[in-house]
């Protein structure tokens, strides 16, 4: 049984996991939440947060720069499938020059506000690039409007929709007791399961006429250093009055750091990279402490790097696509990106053809990978039927 693989181009698709916020589908990247209040016994406020990188959308030259845009349009149902509210906006992004549409870090941002009856049950969001043909939908439940407290999350002063903290970022978590509800102070706990790494009590201030307490958190201290480790953590705010508890809730948010300052992670990247380095380069490199760990990465990669003039190193992207890829396909009883196959996969790229042959009574499971334009051929073997493929040809590989 023939299976034909055309050689691609590995493509790496970063994808930004939201926290507890809804899953967006589509070609074009929007990070987005939302956030409900009570208004009235038959009234609710509901804001949508959303953020469209400017890097994702089509942008075309007029005589001032670069221009984008997009359409928004906004659907809301009731449990009986019945639409109660539905609109569409028509929004543009205009930048002087071309870096500004490639900005990795600029992004088109706003908060929709809508007051709805108490039936809203779900919202449909569609946005739409009008250069391209290119689109962003999410479907997703209402959350239930809150008794007592209102928890919002901000990153620089802005609300943060993807619920992520990166290593210079600072943890910004408002709490606003609600309506009638009133406190002296929040207690804060930022928990990771079950170890708390860090917390606080925060006195409840108005600002505004509006009372609430504000909790900020660098991710490092004055030196640099990371107060936390990547990973899910839950920020558990408890409103309390003369000691007494008013009510509790909490929220997921996600820290992401570079890999250098997790000691776990830059182990295992280290050790990928096996096919590329000798024994003494990645023994060098687990011994750098943390501080210089991005010098001496960079410094690994700096003469492998075919471009030098591009922002990424291509090499080095390619690689640990190529790593990941055998993770996700060679794991299944074998060793993953240690296998046989990983080591071909990861020196050559994908085979132009593989032609598997499985179980038969007389004679066990093989692979065999074909490369025509480099005139290779290698022959993996499942002796055991346990799904670890050994190299048997080339003999002496």
Do not use: C
């Amino acid at each position: 049984m023939k299976t034909m693989f055309f050689l691609l181009a590995l493509v790496t698709a970063a994808v930004t996991a939201q926290v507890n916020a809804p899953v967006v589908q589509g070609d074009l990247k929007m990070n987005l939440d939302h956030t409900v209040y009570s208004v009235s016994p038959q009234e609710i406020k509901l804001e949508i947060f959303y953020e469209i990188p400017y890097f994702t959308l089509t942008f075309r030259r007029n005589s001032t720069g670069f221009i984008a845009r997009y359409r928004l349009a906004v659907e809301v149902w009731d449990q009986k499938r019945q639409s109660i509210f539905g609109d569409m906006w028509t929004k543009t992004v205009a930048v002087p020059d071309y870096a500004g549409t490639v900005n990795q870090h600029s992004t088109a941002s706003e908060v929709i506000t809508l007051n709805l009856p108490r039936t809203a049950r779900q919202v449909r969001i569609i946005v739409s690039d009008l250069f391209s043909e290119r689109t962003a939908s999410v479907l997703f439940p209402l959350k239930k409007a809150p008794d007592k407290l209102i928890i919002r999350l901000e990153k620089s002063g802005k609300t943060n929709p993807t619920r992520i903290y990166r290593i210079n970022d600072t943890i910004e978590v408002i709490v606003q007791p609600f309506g009638n509800i009133s406190g002296d102070s929040v207690r804060f706990l930022v928990k990771k399961q079950r170890r708390v790494p860090t917390g606080a009590t925060v006195p409840v201030t108005e600002s505004l006429g509006i009372p609430r307490a504000r909790l900020v958190i660098p991710i490092h201290d004055s030196s640099g250093t990371p107060r936390f480790s990547s990973g899910e953590y839950t920020v558990v705010a408890t409103l309390v009055a003369s000691d007494s508890i008013i009510g509790t809730d909490s929220v997921k948010i996600r820290i992401e750091l570079p890999f250098y300052y997790d000691e776990s992670t830059w182990t295992l990247k280290v050790d990928q990279l096996l096919y590329i380095a000798t024994y003494e380069q990645m023994r060098e490199l687990k011994r750098t402490p943390r501080e210089g760990r991005q010098k001496a990465w960079e410094d690994f990669w700096r003469d492998k790097d075919p471009n030098p003039s591009t922002a990424v190193n291509e090499q080095e992207e390619e690689y640990f696509a190529r790593i990941e890829y055998a993770e996700r396909h060679f794991a299944k009883g074998d060793n993953g990106y240690r296998s046989d196959r990983a080591r071909i996969y990861v020196q050559y790229g994908p085979p132009d053809e593989i032609e598997s042959r499985p179980f038969a009574v007389d004679r066990p499971a093989e692979e065999i990978w074909y490369y025509y334009q480099n005139n290779l051929t290698f022959v993996f073997v499942d002796r055991f039927g346990s799904g670890q493929f050994i190299l048997v040809s080339p003999g002496r590989w």
